[in-house]
């Protein structure tokens, strides 16, 4: 059974690019979550999908969005990099709100250059 | 706003010894706590999770314990091996569709 699927694994960006980040929930779940990791950090919520709507959204600025598609898996975008923005970048699923936990993926290391 | 502490921020400690990684967490109305190993520059693998009316989860070595009254979760390891090193997260559960995170406990293993 695959569990949470994110791509690409690292990327490296100019500052003022954009960027997309894809995720593929684990088989069975319903909800998608983005989280940002500074390095030394927790992570930090940023937003969750749930029936291809945004359910919820974290203190992120409007630079970034995201998106759910009805197979489930989602996109994050991040418009106008900042140096800041370098994290890891995770993402989880569950089912509804996290009943029976979360699932979390390997991660997409974005470097801003 | 639920604020998630871990402590110790880091610890070291021989191969073999017991331990406990300590939690705490402001709010105590959460549905469930997780706790997470995390190795470097890797995502976030669950250990164990608590549900809020659970005092205790099992895992081989792994036991949680949850205090919702005192705001408090440990996590205890048994016989520490070098393969433990890693970071320990834990992670408050309020509703809200969002995980509330602490900083994380560093543990090094040392053969």
């Known amino acids: 059974d695959a569990g949470v699927t994110q791509s690409p694994t690292h990327l490296i960006k100019t500052r003022g690019q954009q960027v997309t980040l894809r995720c593929s929930p684990k088989?069975?779940?319903?909800?998608v979550s983005w989280y940002q990791q500074a390095l030394g950090q927790g992570p930090q919520f940023i937003f969750q999908?749930?029936?291809?709507?945004?359910?919820q959204r974290g203190n992120f600025p409007d630079r970034f969005s995201g998106h759910q598609f009805p197979n489930y898996s989602s996109e994050l975008n991040v418009n106008a990099l900042l140096l800041g923005d370098s994290a890891l970048y995770l993402c989880?699923?569950?089912?509804?709100?996290?009943?029976?936990?979360?699932?979390f993926g390997s991660g997409t290391r974005l470097t801003v250059v | 706003k639920q604020e998630v502490t871990q402590i110790p921020a880091a610890l070291s400690v021989p191969e073999g010894e017991n331990l406990v990684l300590n939690c705490s967490f402001t709010?105590?109305?959460?549905?469930?706590l997780q706790w997470f190993r995390q190795d470097p520059g890797k995502g976030l693998t669950s250990l164990l999770l608590?549900?809020?009316?659970?005092r205790e989860q099992t895992s081989g070595r792994l036991n949680a314990s949850l205090d919702k009254s005192s705001g408090r979760s440990t996590l205890y390891i048994a016989a520490s091996q070098p393969g433990d090193s890693a970071t320990y997260l834990c992670?408050?559960?309020?509703?809200?569709?969002?995980?509330?995170f602490g900083k994380g406990t560093m543990l090094l293993v040392s053969p």
């Open positions: 989880a699923s569950s089912l509804w709100e996290g009943t029976y936990g979360y699932t």
């Open positions: 088989s069975g779940h319903d909800t």
């Open positions: 999908y749930y029936e291809e709507e945004e359910r």
């Open positions: 608590i549900q809020s009316s659970q």
């Open positions: 992670a408050a559960n309020s509703g809200y569709s969002t995980l509330t």
């Open positions: 709010d105590s109305a959460i549905y469930n």
